[in-house]
């Protein structure tokens, strides 16, 4: 897994080899709570992990910061769950500053 911090976002990447459990325990320390979120699925299978990811959307929604995922496995039965789900990293940090630009202006996020 790679984890790069940038200035508005921490982006993690899981490639294959990765454990969805050392991502797990990288959101059990609570060390992330104060930034948005981007984690890069692409190659990853997230039909069995969408509880965890939507518990985590939820908790970064209650603390006003955005939480994506980058997925090309984008389907009707993703889309009925709150969790933002985009297919490119640019997309990704879009949504980003677009919740980023809500949050200032006091509008709910889409």
Excluded at 9 to 28: G, R
């Amino acid at each position: 897994m790679t984890i790069k911090i940038v200035d508005n976002y921490i982006l993690f990447k899981l490639d294959l080899a990765d454990k969805f459990n050392d991502l797990k325990d990288q959101f059990n320390s609570n060390k992330y709570i104060h930034s948005n979120i981007i984690i890069d699925l692409k190659s990853i299978q997230i039909i069995d992990y969408l509880d965890f990811l939507s518990s985590l959307s939820e908790k970064y929604k209650i603390l006003n910061k955005s939480f994506i995922v980058i997925t090309s496995q984008i389907n009707e039965q993703l889309h009925e769950l709150e969790l933002a789900l985009v297919p490119t990293f640019n997309e990704a940090l879009d949504l980003i500053q677009l919740e980023e630009i809500e949050r200032d202006l006091d509008l709910e996020t889409i």
